[in-house]
Structures are given as structure tokens and as C-alpha cells.
């Protein structure tokens, strides 16, 4: 099993920063891909950005050119930072991990998840 934990979220106004953490613990030998996801209310789970075992990022186009995904494999941690941050990007930031390789997209490509941080951008 695999435990995830999120941290970083707060409140913050348009414009500004936060860099978000995640600390994997547990068989974390098992981990590949990481993502991170957001939910705001009443809208579906949405991919924000993923990092590979070996490197390789994507993210969603509404953030692309603002953040920024990396990871610490001696850490057993995965960050995102995200600039210039607007109201529409309020909401619950998950960090998702998977036995899977390779850049994945769909939530259920992903094994493990985390409780969730809250991120509030306010205008």
C-alpha cells in the first residue's frame, strides 16, 4: 500500500503563488506515474498536470506556461508549483499515484490518492 499527503494549499490572492507537496510513504518502490488532479464544486475531477517515473510532464491547458510539476525520488516526494494563480483555479488539489507507467490522463489510470489540500484564489 501506498500513502500520499498532501500539503501547500491555502488561500491566496489573484496573481500569486503556492507550491503545492506531496510525500509518498509505504511501497512507494511500486510507484511510477504521479499526478495532480483538482476539484472544484459541482465539476468533475480534472487533471492538472503529470510526471512519469523517467521525467516526463504534461499538463492541462488551462495551466500550461503557469506550473510547474517535478519530483524527489529520494524524497518519495512530488511538488507542483503554480504562478499566477486566478480564481478559476480554486479548488481541491489531489496528488494521484500509480503502479503505471507512461503519461496518464484518466483518474482511474491512478492507484492511490490523497485526502486533498484546498487551494482558494480569491480575486
Known amino acids: 500500500q501506498v500513502q500520499l499527503v498532501e500539503s501547500g494549499g491555502g488561500l491566496v490572492q489573484a496573481g500569486g503563488s503556492l507550491r503545492l507537496s506531496c510525500v509518498t510513504s509505504?511501497?512507494?518502490?511500486?510507484?511510477?506515474?504521479m499526478g495532480w488532479y483538482r476539484q472544484a464544486p459541482g465539476k468533475q475531477r480534472e487533471l492538472v498536470a503529470v510526471?512519469?517515473?523517467?521525467?516526463?510532464?504534461t499538463y492541462a491547458d488551462s495551466v500550461k506556461g503557469r506550473c510547474t510539476i517535478s519530483r524527489d525520488n529520494a524524497l518519495n516526494t512530488v511538488y507542483i508549483v503554480m504562478n499566477r494563480l486566478k480564481p478559476e483555479d480554486t479548488a481541491v488539489y489531489y496528488c494521484a499515484a500509480s503502479n503505471r507507467v507512461g503519461v496518464l490522463i484518466a483518474p482511474s489510470e491512478y492507484d492511490y490518492w490523497g485526502q486533498g489540500t484546498q487551494v482558494t484564489v480569491s480575486s
Open positions: 509505504g511501497s512507494t518502490f511500486s510507484i511510477n506515474s
Open positions: 510526471i512519469t517515473s523517467y521525467g516526463r510532464t
